[in-house]
């Protein structure tokens, strides 16, 4: 028997590294290099007959000044903003709900809200194509009541309602993960102290909630803006994504030089937003007004 | 209590339902300006309701408060201008000393000068001035308990309510808060309805004190009329220890109840009022039987006993008495050099004042 000794700072640090060892080396291998491998392709030469010349080159970036690219990558930030915006105001009330509400209606709840994520994306996609189809359902009462035939689907606003429908669940948990740790006697004292319910909101809820709202907002922000499944069966060819374009470059043009241009551009795009979403939840955690 | 004077605030016929079982009430009292009223009772006893609805955390089901002449219960809790300092304080985690008590006039929409110049008043008098830019997780139990009452104080609420803002400060800051709720109280003058389950600090804090149980109020009286002349058993048994002793109401002469309480066992109490028939139940407090007394003073209730169990209680002997005529008294004594020749088996001569027996109609 050897007698139990107390692990010492050494000993958890030596333990540490054993044990993320394992993941530090898939994620190398099946990330770090295949990224590093995209990102010099993305200034590799465009070749017709190979994957790609190995001659660098900025004409892949240079594409960047096209209208078409400005485009594809004004549009989507936007969608990715804009869905984050949408479960931002979706999601708040939700939480809240969620956070104060019995345990069994709270379960119920975050049951409902995490269906959207135990379907396929093309599964739920057909679902929303028997919603908006134009022989959907939506039309179909249009109809009845007299109105015309709406073109529903293959528009931004489908998209949008797409991936805010799917993405809901990421914005609402980190929120009710934060606002149950506000005691709900702080609510009382602020509307014992004259605030009603926006000023409860507004004074307490929301910059005590302030981190949940950052990483949920950054994880919508993220998913959205890497979309590909949602945008290429809902908004067809006509809201196309950064991830559909790179899709097309990838396997229909065989643009290797190019989709990895795309990839490159889209990791810093989500980077920028990860990094300032990082930098705002830090500042709001420590911050705190000035008398 | 004063009927003339207009109360600072009516509770009428409160009653609150959970349940078709399970309800409260019906409950009326009134606060007068500038008293200090307990609301006192065991848990679950419908105090903190009663408080809660006051200041519009739950809804009445029938009945109806007035502040002053308006009618309050109507309106919503963020318009009622009655402050309340919780249980565990809630201060603002977010916000510092400073902000914390600056948190109800910004709202109110107040010009910052003077916001300045009441926060700092508010924390001047609270002694916490020099704390003001810390957060609420920097500060001791007994800061954070000021903060929450000033922060409730500046607002300048007609009513002030406290909902056992001691109860989780340890015995040492407990007694050294209550003294500093007394001086502020006094120097402040508002009128105060303190919730609590701990008699002491009700009998040390209060003007008048409501005993809550079940959700009714048991008697509603000064400190001293709750402790010495309680209305019902339960009263007496909540405040303070007491011996209730179960007799017979025998003969009646000079304001004074002759009571057959056992055996050959009589007891003289002092009466006021319609003279009580059949068994009544009598309270004697233990620290009100003395065993230490002379013959030859003149005290109207003599009896002798047995001393059984000795409890060492620090400052004071808790001694359980076999009186002869078959009753069990609890008596408390001194634990000074005198009485530590107490043992159990010894016989002990006791006595207590007409006037120290209270009688209760059963």
Known sequence: ?291 | MPTDRVPDLRVEGLVKRYAPQVSIGPISFEVYPGEYLSLLGPSGCGKTTTLRCIAGFEDLTEGAIYLSDVRLDRQPAHKRNVGLVFQNYALFPHLDVYENVAFGLRLARIGRREIERKVRAMLELVGLIDVSQRMPSQLSGGQQQRVAIARAVVMEPRVILFDEPLSNLDLKLRLQMRRELRDLQRRLGKTTIYVTHDQTEALALSDRIAVLSHGQIEQIGTPREIYERPASAFVADFIGTANLVKGVVIGTANGRLTIEVGRGLRLIADWQGAVPRGSVLLMLRPERIRFDLPQADAIENRFSGTLGDITYLGEDLSLAVHVDGGLELMVTAKSDARNRALTPGAKLELSAASADLHVLSS
């Open chain 1, 1 to 291: 028997m050897t007698a139990i000794v107390q692990p010492d700072r050494r000993h958890i640090a030596l333990w540490g590294v054993a044990l993320a060892a394992p993941n530090a080396l898939y994620l190398t291998l099946v990330l770090l290099i295949p990224l590093g491998m995209v990102a010099t392709y993305s200034f590799f030469t465009y070749s017709t007959t190979g994957v790609a010349l190995p001659v660098l080159t900025i004409a892949n970036y240079a594409k960047l000044g096209d209208p078409y690219f400005l485009r594809l990558i004004g549009r989507t930030v936007g969608i990715a903003v804009k869905t984050t915006i949408i479960c931002i105001f979706l999601g708040y009330p939700l939480a809240y709900a969620l956070a104060r509400a019995r345990p069994t209606l709270a379960t119920l709840g975050f049951f409902l809200l995490l269906t959207p994520l135990m379907v396929s994306p093309v599964v739920r996609a057909i679902g929303w194509f028997v919603l908006l189809d134009r022989n959907g359902l939506v039309n179909s009462v249009l109809m009845y009541f007299g109105a015309d035939r709406q073109e529903l689907l293959f528009n931004e606003p489908a998209v949008l309602l797409g991936l805010s429908h799917l993405l809901l669940p990421f914005m609402v948990l980190p929120l009710v993960a934060s606002i149950e740790r506000i005691p709900p006697n702080v609510e009382e004292a602020a509307r014992n102290l004259g605030a009603g319910g926006l000023g409860v909101f507004r004074k307490v809820i929301l910059p005590l909630s302030l981190p949940g709202l950052v990483s949920g907002a950054v994880l919508v922000y993220v998913e959205a803006a890497s979309a590909f499944v949602l945008p290429a069966l809902l908004g067809g060819r006509f809201v196309r994504m950064i991830g559909n374009e790179v899709f097309d470059a990838l396997l229909v043009s065989y643009n290797i030089p190019q989709a990895s241009m795309l990839t490159v551009m889209l990791i810093v795009l989500t980077i920028g937003v990860l990094g300032t979403g990082l930098a705002l939840s830090r500042r709001g955690t420590v911050g705190r007004s000035a008398p």
